[in-house]
């Protein structure tokens, strides 16, 4: 599984256009075959920080991904909703347990 976190800065002016740029691209990107989940998460202590995590059954599914009209619009828009460069990070997961399998029962 290919696990993206994005983490994006924007201000008070153009904070409604980003979220409406990343509810569109998560929307249009949780259709997608391959795509496990497609999320987007507000700071609690910050209004204008927000994550983009998205999770990917396997590199190819990501590659196509990046091909898709949505996210060429998504790259050429939200860089007019954002007020510094984003720190996008690319993790691959070999395996995952859930909570349960991890603390004392």
């Known amino acids: 599984m290919i696990v993206v976190v994005g983490r994006v800065k924007t201000d008070a002016e153009k904070r409604a256009d980003l979220v409406r740029i990343g509810q569109a691209v998560a929307a249009a990107s949780r259709q997608e075959a391959g795509c496990i989940n497609y999320a987007i998460y507000g700071d609690t202590e910050s209004d204008t920080d927000f994550v983009f995590v998205?999770?990917?059954?396997?590199?190819?599914?990501?590659?196509?991904?990046?091909?898709?009209?949505?996210?060429?619009?998504?790259?050429?828009?939200?860089?007019?909703?954002?007020?510094?460069?984003?720190?996008?990070?690319?993790?691959?997961?070999?395996?995952?347990?859930?909570?349960?399998e991890v603390t004392p029962g």
């Open 54 to 100: 998205e999770e990917w059954e396997s590199e190819q599914a990501l590659a196509e991904h990046f091909r898709t009209p949505h996210i060429a619009s998504f790259m050429r828009d939200v860089v007019t909703a954002l007020v510094a460069p984003p720190d996008v990070k690319f993790h691959t997961v070999a395996s995952s347990k859930d909570l349960s």
